[in-house]
């Protein structure tokens, strides 16, 4: 299995708060990204990470921000957690710069509840 | 309309059986395709990517029809261990972002 760990695990915070999910990774891969799974959604990306300090957005980036400041950690911050943002976030890497096209490999995720 | 769309299922099958799962993309310059698997509040995980000259690994069977924009994935010879959910996987380039299917439901009976 590939190097990938985030934390925390589960969370649970109340409307308003800041929350930072982070994401470690061991493989030096260069791509990173954050995704959210929802119900009737599937995965959808949020941010995403093409080397230290060199980030995107995704197609659900609105109340996230990420910062990269070393290649083998992605953090994910909602400044004020809002209850459409309870979900289950999973970081994903991509060896797609060693000539492997595309495959992410996925954390265990975050499952995350705003209330 | 979705970028990627699949039959969210459930499909309900016995040990044994032969399935098969359809998924229908729109962008027609995407350039890679696969299947992911996730069991149940695990993450995703690679099955198999898609090449256009079809592509076998086990029991399981990848074809992909550019002019159709359509992919597919055949299960032969289904296991208990079968069931989870398969996603079909869409990205348009190179190192960029992936895009994902809602994910198609299988459950293997005994």
């Known amino acids: 299995d590939a190097g990938i760990t985030q934390s925390p695990r589960h969370k649970v915070t109340e409307t308003g708060t800041p929350v930072t999910l982070r994401c470690h990774q061991t493989e030096n891969h260069r791509y990173m990204y954050w995704y959210r799974q929802d119900p009737g959604h599937g995965l959808r990306l949020i941010h995403y990470?093409?080397?230290?300090?060199?980030?995107d957005k995704g197609e659900v980036s609105d109340g996230y921000s990420v910062s990269r400041s070393k290649t083998e950690d992605f953090l994910l911050t909602l400044e004020s957690a809002t209850s459409s943002q309870t979900s289950v976030y999973f970081c994903?890497?991509?060896?797609?710069?060693?000539?492997?096209?595309?495959?992410?490999?996925f954390g265990p995720g975050t499952r995350l509840t705003v209330l | 309309r979705k970028e990627v769309e699949q039959d969210p299922g459930p499909f309900n099958v016995p040990e044994g059986a032969t399935v098969a799962f359809n998924c229908t993309y729109s962008?027609?310059?995407?350039?890679?395709f696969f299947w992911y698997r996730q069991d149940c509040r695990k993450e995703p995980k690679l099955l198999m990517s898609v090449y256009s000259s079809g592509n076998e690994d086990g029991r399981f069977t990848a074809q992909l029809n550019r002019a159709s924009q359509y992919i597919s994935l055949l299960i032969r010879d289904s296991k208990l261990s079968d069931s989870a959910t398969y996603l079909c996987v869409v990205t348009p380039g190179w190192g960029g972002k992936l895009i994902f299917g809602q994910g198609t439901e299988l459950s293997v009976k005994p």
């Open positions: 962008n027609s310059a995407s350039q890679s």
């Open positions: 990470s093409y080397g230290v300090k060199d980030t």
């Open positions: 994903a890497i991509s060896a797609a710069d060693r000539g492997h096209y595309n495959e992410q490999f």
